[in-house]
């Protein structure tokens, strides 16, 4: 199964989130407590308080009761989405630097904080970014607050953002919330036993089977519960225990053996470990445990990208060899295992990359089960330290993390007593140079990281590492490679990917005969240097087309790819370079059997320059390069052919994921729906493309009845069309042949000219189908999205004609801009959301009318209309009146009205009104109208907030322009009314007297 993501304007839609935030499945979430809570945080949050800006907000408790989980209901909300204008999340934890705390701001902020290198030019990023907006910030896991916030982003915050922002922090000490001068705390408790018994099952069982385990079918809930109690409640502990419980037979012997097990009763666990993750630890095996515990050596806190993870434990002999399995596959397995018992936290699962990390307990745990042996330092005199003399020659593994913004060089003194060290991982990125004779004294060192430090350069005493297997200088300043690399015979990993001062790589490294991997992507040098064919244990390569014979001369060629055998995965760049299709061919890359993983990329060039004889050429240096037929992952980008190469169809019976973009000049895609196994398919700037047709699928005219009763794209899962200007036609096929039956994400994007989609895909879909994205498709002639009945998410966007969506019970996700024909929306109990923008409508749309209520609702429309919605016109509000938490934008993205209807938030009438002036990044009045129910018979207006500009003065004629100008008096006219009322009254009992 390949897990992707969306890529281009899909992930567009997602908020930005950096390298530390959490993921938070809520079908995960157990118990109304915790939503309750959320809830409570987001009125706070929100509700209009002028006592301090920004106001500090706080989630207390001990480690894994729940805060961040909390904090992540909360961020993720959509009010907080809309209320506030720039959201961001940073995760603090003991050990932090300040300059990466500001980086991953700009980042979560969908800022480049790489190209800032100093506090300064972070500090003035983050100013920029935040400058008269209203920030919502999340600081997770604060342990102190002098460095992180009174001397550092309380005083950034405070000179850059506008009223009304807020930070949220979640810390284990009361007194880090009182520190921060914390308005509200909210104390996490405790989950109860039959929440906890929920939470079991959820971790326990597979998601058919949890409903069963609640009720008991299993006769396991008296031992569940018993073992519920043994975790005191914290889901972390009940996540983890379920994780090992989940691995074993589902019987009453199995589960009181992990009661009864001895190992719950160990002594000297630090404090706030619990003993369930030290019993859960206890069940891997023991090559798993050793994976596992190296896991200490990475930052806590920060996500890691798991094939860094894998390559480290193999290079570092973990893995053990297995029959007809590489390392790698058996490293995977290995990582399976540890997300299963929910030790490790799996996050943003792309094709290209995935990441983990820990949570901080179970990291806690795996740094004291190595104390011995590794250490995680932060400055300098940690590893000095006389604490740490009795097991200094000991140490196996270090990990420098850094806790400073001064550039620091890495001293021999530091580390010359480490004789015995074989990792050394350096994610301190102040660091600068290293001594000259430092290596001389680490003969035993096997693994070397310095990505994305400060290091200009490498010295000669590099050579003395015999036993290195892994250097990692990517991301580095590096301008060039040492000499004595050539005496590093045992290197079997070279990452010098993104080293963008790093013209050229040593010759000499094509005599290092063990390397499995080269990786060079993103940095500047041109070619390789010649020899690359002798390294034919290569099982990972990124190869750059050298641009011409004399060139070539001083360079590994297309030719010498023949030789490697054993590549897993290959990236060719630069492929335009290729002067004739006998050198493509030369590189057999048809023999390859292991190869699973293929690049092939031209560089990027505009379509009028391409003349026949180029399009002739490139299409014949790709048809020879024909891969095997065990392909998995196929990406082709820039590609300048007219037709695609014959291969990409049934010849590739194994492919999974196939992406193709920039390829303006391409005008037909044909044959790809015999791929049985593709689950992902992607094309994008398919500019020259008019139609699709029947040899989309067949490669065939489908006329001949050869395909009478097939399945074409039978495991198709994900399909994206974007940026495809001519793209007009999308034919149907016969009503005998079933097309993409497991589809589940549709997405058209930017195709200005297509007329139609097949009813054909979306009924074969219908059962599978979950996400519809159509967007930018002026032309399109779809009149109805109906009956599909598993459809969770609909984003559509300017399709005049769509006038009808109907049959969705289970959608939950509706947006839609710029789609007036629409006259019938069937509104279900599952929907949870609904964004509708038209800066045209003059009204809401009629279907708003209805008696399903929503949990929220986004109105994105023109000035005449909010003015209308915001001055309680009985019509338009009565459209919306329904819906418990309502959102107005204006064109300018404004925050213009918000209506939370929160639990219990609503007290007996008062009759009063209450007016708040707060100033804004705009220079806009705010009023705040507060009308509370009451035992009244005619329909009061729930709590609600109205954003406006100030009036404009008039003249004669703006009332034309300005149609609601002349009836503003309407926001206070029941104040006015009510005084003149009781006025009237007064005056007409004395009158009588």
Known sequence: MINFAPTGPVESQIRSNNRTTAVVVRSDIVGNKIQDDAWRLIELLTKEDDRDNPLVYAIVGMGGIGKTTLAKLVFDDHIIASRFQVNVWVSVSQNYNENDILRNIITSAGGDGERCYNFDSLSKKVIDIVKDKRVFMVLDDVWETKRVWNDMLRILLKRGVAEGSRVLVTTRNE???????????????????????????????????????????????????????????????????????????????????????????????????????????????????????????????????????????????????????????????????????????????????????????????????????????????????????????????LSFIGGHNETTNIQKKCLQEQVSLRTLLIFNKTIGNIDNDLFNHLRHLRTLWLQGTKVTELPASLGSLKLLRYLNLSQTPIKELPITIHNLNALRILDVSECKNLSNLPSCIMKLHHLCSLTTKGSTFDHLPPGVGNLNKLQLLEFIVPLDKDIARKSSTVKELETLTELRRLNLYKLERVLDSSQAKSASLKDKLHLKELALSCSERDSNEVSTDDSDRIEEVFEDLRPPVQLKILKISNYFGCKLPSWLGSRLFNIRFLKITGCSNCKKLDGLGLLPFLEAFYIEGASSVKSIGPEFY????????????????????????????????????????????????????????????????????????????????????????????????????????????????????????????????????????????DFNADSLPMWFDGNIKVTYLQISCKEELVRKICVNNVHEWSKIQQFDNITVLDENERLRLTHPEMPNSFTKYDGQVKWVDVSGPVDEELIMLKIRRGEVEEPIMPEFSCYRMPFPTFEENDNELWPHAVSESCLISPFWSGFLFVLLVLITITWGR
């Open 698 to 837: 067949t490669n065939n005219n489908i006329e001949n009845g050869a395909y009478q009763n097939s399945v074409l794209f039978r495991s198709m899962k994900l399909l994206s069309f974007e940026n495809m200007d001519s793209w007009e036609e999308w034919s149907s096929l016969g009503k005998d042949i079933r097309v993409m039956p497991c589809l589940e994400v549709l997405q058209i994007y930017a195709c200005p000219k297509l007329k139609s989609i097949p009813e054909q895909v979306l009924f074969h879909a219908a059962s599978y189908l979950k996400r519809i994205r159509i967007c930018k498709t002026p032309q399109l002639l779809l009149k109805k999205l109906h009956y599909l009945r598993f459809l969770e998410i609909i984003e559509i966007g300017n399709i005049p004609y769509l006038e009808k969506i109907s049959g969705v019970p289970a959608l939950q996700r509706l947006k839609i801009e710029d789609c007036p024909g629409i006259n019938l929306v069937e509104l279900t109990h599952t929907l949870q959301n609904i964004d509708w923008k």
């Open 175 to 397: 007194e880090v919330a009182a520190q921060m001068m914390a308005v509200h705390s909210q104390r996490v408790q405790p989950l109860p036993l039959e929440d906890g018994w929920s939470l079991l099952c959820k971790s326990a069982f597979p998601a058919w089977q949890q409903q069963e385990a609640k009720d008991d079918k299993w006769n396991l809930k008296d031992i569940g519960i018993e073992l519920v109690k043994k975790c005191d409640g914290l889901p972390l502990a009940i996540n983890a225990l379920g994780g090992m419980l989940s691995a074993r037979t589902k019987t009453r012997e199995s589960w009181e053996y992990v009661l009864n097990d001895s190992t719950w009763e160990v002594k000297g666990l630090p404090k706030e470990i619990h003993s369930v993750l030290y019993v859960s630890y206890q069940d891997l095996a023991t090559n798993i445990k050793r994976c596992f515990l190296y896991c200490s050596l990475f930052p806590k806190g920060r996500y890691f990208k798991i094939m860094n993870a894998k390559n480290l434990w193999i290079q570092e002999g973990l893995i053990n060899d297995e029959k007809k399995k590489s390392s790698h596959d058996v490293a995977e397995r290995y990582f399976r295992i540890l997300v299963q018992r929910n030790l490790v936290i799996l996050d943003r699962v792309y094709i290209e990359a995935a990441y983990f990390k820990m949570h901080d307990l179970v990291f806690s745990l795996s740094q004291f089960l190595t104390r011995n042996e590794n250490l995680v330092a932060t400055e300098e005199k940690e590893i000095l330290n006389s604490e740490f003399d009795g097991k200094i020659k000991k140490l196996r593994r």
